[in-house]
């Protein structure tokens, strides 16, 4: 089944790139070799999870994780902000829609609340880089509370250092860091590691 999956995927990729070339031409030639090592394998990744999301782009361009069962929403909170601490990442605001929403209408809602991060140097030297990055800043986690129980999600780092331009150093180990960091603060708040 892999070997079909990844089959079809060479094939959509293969077509696209004809496709591609045959519209633009040199002008797509001159950017994929700009681009990071493993682009493509990265973006037939992000191709796979929207198509598995039914075409839903959220789906494809974020990573989620099932907090453990018996963790509750305040340890989940001290767990981001202790890892944001040991990792040199600063807290850059608490957004409670869910408390929010309750104190607009009067009813109790499901949790839902965004955490933002941020490096302030490393997210002026990406804006210095490539101004259009601003938009995904600060770094967001976002905990949701489902039917099933509670749920972190966050943007798919991976697409900001392995599918786009190649990044000057020390950017690139910077931007690597700021990735890093988003993915243990997802793992460790999960399971519920203090």
């Avoid at 070339?21 to 191709?47: F, N, Q």
């Avoid at 129980?149 to 190649?166: A, F």
């Avoid at 990735?179 to 519920?192: L, N, P, Q, V």
Wanted: aromatic content about 6%; proline content about 4%.
């Amino acid at each position: 089944m892999r070997q079909l999956t990844f089959t079809r995927g060479l094939v959509r990729v293969t077509a696209a790139l004809l496709l591609t070339l045959g519209l633009t031409g040199c002008g797509t030639l001159a950017t994929i070799s700009k681009l990071e090592d493993g682009a493509g394998p990265e973006a037939m990744k992000l191709w796979d999870r929207w198509i598995e999301g039914n075409g839903d782009i959220a789906v494809a361009t974020t990573w989620e994780r099932k907090v453990k069962s018996g963790v509750s929403a305040d340890e989940v909170a001290q767990i981001l902000s202790l890892v944001a601490t040991e990792r040199n990442m600063r807290e850059v605001g608490i957004l409670p829609l869910s408390e929010e929403i309750a104190k607009r209408t009067g009813k109790k809602e499901k949790l839902l609340t965004i955490f933002n991060y941020c490096s302030p140097m490393i997210a002026r030297r990406m804006a210095d880089f490539s101004p259009h990055m601003a938009a995904y800043m600060p770094c967001r986690i976002t905990l949701l509370e489902k039917e099933d129980g509670l749920w972190l999600y966050t943007l798919n780092m991976d697409m900001m250092v392995k599918m786009g331009r190649k990044l000057p150093s020390p950017l690139k180990e910077e931007a690597w860091s700021v990735r890093e960091t988003m993915y243990i603060m997802m793992e460790r708040a999960s399971k519920g590691e203090f």
